[in-house]
């Protein structure tokens, strides 16, 4: 079955700082893809960040990147110089053909606080 | 750029009554998705549409259905809410809905809470 998880129910980090979400997944197909959203108080959810299985590098966007480590099936963001406005929900999320349309399985999420 | 737009932004109706709720895709993307995310939970995939045809479906009670239009634009219409219906429901959209490489663009979302 396909699953992803995301231990860390909440996170403190001081700005500027970077920190590290986890997130792992469970898939028994070779061919599948790795989102990160982020998620405001106000509830929108904000695309951050996208891995490949196939891609041989870490994506990179900004202050986003993503740590894949595909024999570990883990896919963790880092987010480098944390700013005050990164306060949220992050959800982890991945798409498979097993999953027919590609539509997303999400984690539980982890909640990032950027403290002053 | 153009965004995923849902409307209405809120919604309340009580227990029993009927909700459509909206969704317009960033233009050039003809699959969209739904999710629903309860309190403090994470988005659930309900039902998604490609080039107008129902395409998956999720845990999507039988009191609702949904269809996407020639326009791609899609309507989840919800009958005999329960109080359990309250959540936030997404709409988001994608290029093509047939390939992992594929990035899903989230709507707002649309607030319904059931009295």
């Known amino acids: 079955a396909q699953k992803i998880t995301q231990t860390q129910p909440g996170m403190f980090v001081q700005e500027k700082e970077a920190v590290t979400l986890d997130c792992t997944y469970d898939?028994?197909?070779?061919?599948?893809?790795l989102f990160w959203y982020k998620q405001p108080s106000s509830g929108e959810m904000i695309f951050l960040i996208y891995?490949?299985?196939?891609?041989?590098q870490n994506a990179t966007e900004g202050r986003y990147s993503l740590n894949f480590q595909k024999a570990r099936k883990s896919a963790n963001l880092v987010i480098s110089a944390s700013q005050l406005g990164d306060s949220a929900m992050y959800f982890c999320?991945?798409?498979?053909?097993?999953?027919?349309?590609?539509?997303?399985?999400f984690g539980t999420g982890t909640r990032l606080k950027v403290l002053a | 750029a153009a965004g995923v737009i849902q409307s209405p932004r809120h919604l309340i109706k009580e227990k029993r009554e009927t909700a459509t709720l909206k969704c317009y895709p960033i233009p050039r993307h003809d699959t969209v998705y739904w999710y629903q995310q309860g309190p403090g939970q994470d988005p659930q995939f309900l039902i998604s549409?490609?080039?107008?045809?129902?395409?998956d479906k999720g845990s999507i009670p039988d009191r609702f259905s949904a269809q996407q239009f020639s326009d791609y634009h899609s309507e989840l219409n919800m009958s005999s809410l329960e109080l359990g219906d309250s959540a936030l429901y997404f709409c988001?959209?994608?290029?093509?809905?047939?390939?992992?490489?594929?990035?899903?663009?989230f709507g707002p979302g649309t607030r319904l809470t059931v009295l």
């Open positions: 988001a959209s994608s290029t093509s809905g047939l390939a992992v490489t594929d990035t899903q663009y």
């Open positions: 898939t028994s197909d070779q061919s599948y893809g």
């Open positions: 999320a991945m798409s498979s053909p097993t999953s027919g349309t590609y539509k997303y399985i």
């Open positions: 549409f490609y080039e107008k045809m129902q395409s």
């Open positions: 891995q490949g299985s196939y891609d041989e």
